[in-house]
């Protein structure tokens, strides 16, 4: 649950200097439904360059990915960092936990150390089949042809640097399960959740339910697709004749073609999505044929380790890419479609007719009475409210009928009850007098030297 918090702070920081962008409500349209068909490169495309690295990023957009799909962890020290596993031992030359190291450390390993170009993270290779090893560390110069590259880019980056070095690209971030806990953190990033900005250039997910129910709260203009049961929720109000479920706090499905031998992307499936307002992205696609056949139902989003290859297919097919969601359009939009609600509502609702002259001075006259013992209502009852019991206070008015109720002409006397007025009007006098005794005791402490 810190983590959720943690990156909610991240983006919260690093989205508030960034032009606002409209969120999508119930009603709105879905920015995820109009991007189609999107390349999503997973991890930054495994295969093709060392996993969640910045190297992999960089080039996944050189290859047309449309969107960079990233994984983040907490350290030891409280830094949310991009790396798959919950563990360094399969990407890097270290071995341990994520949680149980600092960002200090981290920033030590080699993330391509195990990389082997079309294999992706593969131990067992000869030495000389490990393209990228040792840049990191600084063991072997970067070559020319990678001139426009860093050692830092093939280290373990955090989110802050990802955020940086691409402010204007679509990303898609996993949050993963961490173990560590801290208050101050949490707090901190409950009060960043009030400062972030609406965006739709972000898609959040996670395995976990609890995660995505919790970053919901704390972001809830931020895109979201569904975790697993949520996911399985629609699946399941889907099949047969079932419609599906509309489920408008998320904005996708993010689903594998099958699992434990259950089809779960189908052409009905898809249509139903979208029916519902969802756009559909599937994952982890690295064929050309399973590519083809999606792209064929309809799917909004492809996630590949093989972005080269998807971007064939995209060409071969003559796709059309989906064009950047424009901040300004996104504003623009937002603001016609509440102008046009608020017009139609305004034509629907019934006018009443117009009253004469003397019935509306009569209105007004009323009006004013009306607000008139509305304020003088909040001001007996607002002290009872604050301050505890304590006796009433009754009035004397028979010397000056004119003088101000309590102490002004009139002499107070304390009874510990209030006497049953015999008319109207001494009720009313009876219970002004006790309202402005209470209302001078309550404020005693705040009166000036001479009593007011």
């Known amino acids: 649950m810190t983590l959720v918090r943690m990156l909610v702070s991240t983006l919260a920081t690093l989205t508030l200097l960034a032009p606002a962008a409209s969120a999508t409500a119930i009603g709105e349209e879905n920015p995820w439904l109009e991007r189609r068909v999107l390349n999503i490169a997973h991890q930054g495309g495994e295969i093709e360059a060392p ?25 030891k020290d409280g830094e949310l960092v991009v790396i798959h596993d919950t563990t360094v031992n399969r990407t890097t030359n270290g071995a341990g936990r ?58 373990i980056p955090t989110l ?36 972030v900005r609406p965006f739709d250039d972000t898609i959040v997910v996670s395995f976990s339910d609890v995660a995505m129910e919790l970053f919901n709260v704390f972001a809830p203009d931020v895109s979201t697709a569904t975790a697993t049961g949520q996911a399985t929720a629609f699946w399941a109000s889907a099949q047969g004749p079932a419609p599906g479920a509309p489920n408008p706090r998320y904005d996708a499905l993010q689903v594998p073609i099958s699992l434990n031998g259950v089809a779960i992307v189908t052409p009905q499936f898809v249509e139903r999505a979208h029916a519902n ?70 034509r629907q609702a019934p006018r009443r007719p117009a009253a004469p002259p003397a019935k509306r001075h009569r209105a007004r006259r009323r009006s004013a009475a009306t607000m008139s013992c509305a304020i003088r209502r909040r001001a007996l009852f607002a002290p009872l409210a604050r301050a505890p019991a304590r006796p009433m206070q009754s009035c004397d008015r028979t010397r000056r009928r004119s003088a ?5 002409g ?3 006397r304390p009874t510990g009850r209030t006497a049953p007025p015999t008319s109207q009007s001494a009720a009313r006098n009876a219970s002004t007098c006790s309202g402005a005794l209470l ?4 404020r005693g402490d705040q009166a000036g030297p001479d009593g007011h």
């Open 51 to 75: 996993s969640n690295t910045l190297f992999a990023f960089k080039t996944a957009k050189d290859k047309g990915s449309d969107v960079l799909e990233l994984d983040v962890h907490a350290t």
């Open 98 to 155: 994520i949680d149980q190291m600092t960002l200090e450390h981290l920033k030590t390993l080699d993330a391509a150390y195990w990389f082997v170009p079309d294999c992706g993270t593969c131990h067992g290779k000869p030495d000389d089949a490990y393209a990228y090893r040792g840049y990191a560390t600084g063991e072997r110069e970067i070559p020319d042809e990678l001139a426009d590259f860093e050692a830092n880019d093939f280290r």
């Open 160 to 195: 802050r640097e990802v955020l940086e070095a691409f402010p204007r690209d679509l990303l898609n971030i996993e949050i993963k399960r961490t173990a560590r806990r801290d208050e101050a953190l949490r707090a901190r990033a409950r009060r960043a959740a009030g400062r």
């Open 277 to 346: 307002g969802l756009a559909v992205h599937v994952w982890t696609i690295n064929d050309a044929p399973t590519m083809q056949w999606l792209i064929d139902i309809g799917v909004d989003g492809i996630m590949t380790d093989r972005p080269t290859v998807l971007e064939d297919v995209l060409g071969a097919n003559r796709v059309k890419r989906p064009e950047r969601w424009s901040r300004t359009n996104a504003r623009r939009r937002r603001t016609i479609r509440r102008r046009r609600a608020r017009h139609v509502v305004s």
């Open 404 to 408: 101000p109720c309590c102490g002004v």
């Open 410 to 412: 009139g002499r107070a």
């Open 439 to 442: 209302l001078t005791e309550d």
